[in-house]
């Protein structure tokens, strides 16, 4: 027995409520069932089994439905399959085709490039050839490039000896040219002061005229007035005889004919050293004086000549 305690009555009328509609519950079940019952419940049992046989045919008929739906679409998709797969076959037919006609293309140039590396190959045979001939006589020109560098050698240091020689020569050439330069200088004011002493003796009274004669032709008249100016100038020399000694002055240079052709050497190459745009006065009527073959002691001979006139137009000319 199952005993029950509760605080309150209400408590105590529901339990006993439950178990009592349990009891009965429980009583019905084991009770057997009448006739009507057990007719309802074959029905029902039957009805139950129709259904289900239907329920099993509709779902067999919607398989079979579903079965031949889904082979609808393999065949269809085997069917697309299929169409692609001509596709692709007549796609790589004619890729094929094409690549055919490619490799027949290429077969042909290949059959080109191999003449041509044929004929390349005979042409680098022969440069091979003429390079080995070509080679040997590269040796051959450089063991006589050798023998002959062994010959500039010693002709180069020749030379080198040569140039240093030369050079050493060229300056002393340059010390006597400026040695000379001071001379001619030097020269130069000797010049100067034979021109004043010219020009002083120039300058002296000149001498008595002549007694007058009976008047000849026009022709006579000129040779006795030549004559007369011979006599003046005769006259008129007569005392400066003592100082013409420098003209008849031969100088270093004309004596000696080494010093001459030395002195022509430094001239030229000092012409060539010189700076043009440095010339001074001096310098462009020296050059003009040696161009004419004219030096101070010609100058006065060319001026102590002729007579009285002709040395003061000469004089004045200068």
Avoid at 33 to 45: P, S
Avoid at 176 to 183: G, I, R, T
Avoid at 254 to 281: F, G, P, Y
């Amino acid at each position: 027995d199952f005993v029950f305690y509760a605080p309150r009555l209400r408590i105590n009328k529901r339990i006993l409520a439950l178990c009592m509609g349990n009891h009965e519950l429980y009583m019905r079940r084991r009770k057997p069932d009448t006739i009507e019952v057990q007719q309802m419940k074959a029905q029902a049992r039957e009805e139950k089994h129709q259904k289900q046989l239907e329920r099993a045919q509709l779902e067999n008929e919607k398989k079979k439905r579903e079965i031949a739906e889904k082979e609808k679409e393999r065949i269809e998709r085997e069917k697309e399959e299929l169409m692609e797969r001509l596709r692709q076959i007549e796609e790589q037919t004619m890729k094929a085709q094409k690549e055919l006609e490619e490799q027949t293309r290429r077969a042909l140039e290949l059959d080109q490039e191999r003449k041509r590396a044929k004929e390349e190959a005979e042409r680098l045979e022969k440069e091979r050839r003429a390079a080995e001939v070509a080679k040997a006589a590269l040796a051959k020109q450089a063991a006589d490039q050798m023998k002959n560098q062994e010959q500039l050698a010693a002709e180069i240091a020749e030379f080198t000896a040569k140039i240093a020689l030369l050079e050493e020569a060229k300056k002393k050439k340059e010390e006597e040219a400026s040695e000379w330069q001071h001379k001619a200088f030097a020269a130069q004011e000797d010049l100067e002061k034979t021109k004043e002493e010219l020009k002083s003796v120039m300058s002296a009274p000149p001498p008595p005229p002549p007694p007058p004669v009976i008047p000849p032709t026009e022709n006579e008249h000129d040779e006795h007035d030549e004559n007369n100016a011979e006599a003046s100038a005769e006259l008129s020399s007569d005392g400066v005889m003592n100082h013409r000694s420098e003209e008849e002055r031969v100088t270093e240079t004309q004596k000696n004919e080494r010093v001459k052709k030395q002195l022509q050497a430094l001239s030229s190459e000092l012409a060539q050293a010189r700076d043009e745009t440095k010339k001074t006065q001096n310098d462009v009527l020296h050059a003009e004086n040696v161009k004419a073959g004219r030096d101070k002691y010609k100058t006065l001979r060319q001026i102590r000549q002729g007579n009285t006139k002709q040395r003061i137009d000469e004089f004045e000319a200068m």
